[in-house]
């Protein structure tokens, strides 16, 4: 039984850029929640997706957004990136929006 | 002030030394969660609970909702234990602690 994948594992932008960052949650969960966590600080709470729609949402700009398709696997866009924007992003699965949660390893963005 | 507090930030053991890591939360909560974070960034999830306590090992969570707090404790630590420990409070959205790192001792 596969965790939870994210792919890419690393990768690097320059600032203005867009990336997209890919996440394939545990079988059986169809939830699905984003986290940011910046070097040396606790996950933020980006957003989190149920049945393809965005239910609940951090206080991170509009520049951050996503998606879940019908196999329960989503996406993270962040568009004009921003050096600030650089940080391991994490996903997580569940199942029920309140359920225990399986993280992924992460995918580390560096914006230069 | 955060939403979610823990101490210390560092944590410095023998091995076979009882641990005791705190976390004060703020947030209505449906569930806390303790989760473990080893170098490279993987999280592993130690704990989800709402109320009494939970014990899985050598790792015990307790919580009390009335005082908002929770504690996570680590009988006869172990070199392997060592990683940063987070905690985490919330419903849908979470809010988590900066973590605790612990290093144990051989």
């Known amino acids: 039984d596969a965790g939870v994948t994210q792919s890419p594992t690393h990768l690097i932008k320059t600032r203005g850029q867009q990336v997209t960052l890919r996440c394939s949650p545990k079988?059986?969960?169809?939830?699905v929640s984003w986290y940011q966590q910046a070097l040396g600080q606790g996950p933020q709470f980006i957003f989190q997706?149920?049945?393809?729609?965005?239910?609940q949402r951090g206080n991170f700009p509009d520049r951050f957004s996503g998606h879940q398709f019908p196999n329960y696997s989503s996406e993270l866009n962040v568009n004009a990136l921003l050096l600030g924007d650089s940080a391991l992003y994490l996903c997580a699965s569940s199942w029920g929006s309140v359920g225990e949660l399986f993280f992924g390893e992460g995918s580390r963005l560096t914006v230069l | 002030k955060n939403e979610v507090e823990q101490s210390p930030q560092n944590l410095t053991a023998q091995e076979g030394e009882f641990i005791t890591i705190n976390c004060s939360y703020s947030v209505g909560i449906s569930a806390l969660h303790w989760l473990q974070q080893h170098p490279g960034g993987g999280i592993v999830s130690l704990f989800m609970l709402s109320s009494g306590k939970k014990k899985h090992g050598r790792l015990i969570a307790t919580i009390n909702i009335q005082e908002k707090h929770s504690s996570l404790h680590i009988t006869a630590s172990h070199p392997r234990d060592s990683a940063v420990y987070i905690c985490?409070?919330?419903?849908?959205?979470?809010?988590f602690g900066t973590g605790t790192r612990l290093t144990v001792i051989p």
């Open positions: 997706y149920y049945e393809e729609e965005e239910r």
């Open positions: 985490a409070a919330g419903a849908n959205n979470l809010f």
């Open positions: 079988s059986g969960h169809d939830t």
